[in-house]
């Protein structure tokens, strides 16, 4: 059975820090890549960032600089630090596992598996 929990989310003000964590089991981790989506009512996923298995990272263009993703294999645990948070970070944020495809000019995302999300929500 895959199994994907976060943890870590919660209530903060503007500008402080959060560190979501996520435990997977059932797969394996390292030779999936693994990723952080954020939703928010009424507006679509939105992509936070990628680690790939060879751990090339990615993010999302009002992420970068704030936010670092990273994995350890040994642990099969994937985490997000989250730093100078905004009010518009709130959201619900889901760590995801699969694929992800990307060229100079092409990039795919295929994820498979779903944790349940962590809220966080950031205080103005």
């Known amino acids: 059975q895959v199994q994907l929990v976060e943890s870590g989310g919660g209530l903060v003000q503007a500008v402080g820090s959060l560190r979501l964590s996520c435990k997977v089991s059932?797969?394996?981790?390292?030779?999936?890549?693994m990723a952080w989506y954020r939703q928010v009512p009424v507006k679509e996923r939105e992509l936070v960032a990628i680690v790939t298995s060879v751990e090339r990272t990615f993010y999302g263009d009002s992420m970068k600089g704030r936010f670092t993703i990273s994995r350890d294999n040994a642990k099969s645990m994937v985490y997000l630090q989250m730093n100078r948070l905004k009010p518009e970070d709130t959201g619900v944020y889901f760590c995801?596992?699969?694929?992800?495809?990307?060229?100079?000019?092409?990039?795919?995302?295929?994820?498979?598996?779903w944790g349940q999300g962590t809220q966080v929500t950031v205080s103005s």
């Open positions: 059932g797969i394996i981790f390292i030779i999936n890549d």
């Open positions: 995801a596992a699969g694929e992800y495809y990307y060229s100079n000019s092409y990039r795919s995302e295929k994820f498979y598996y």
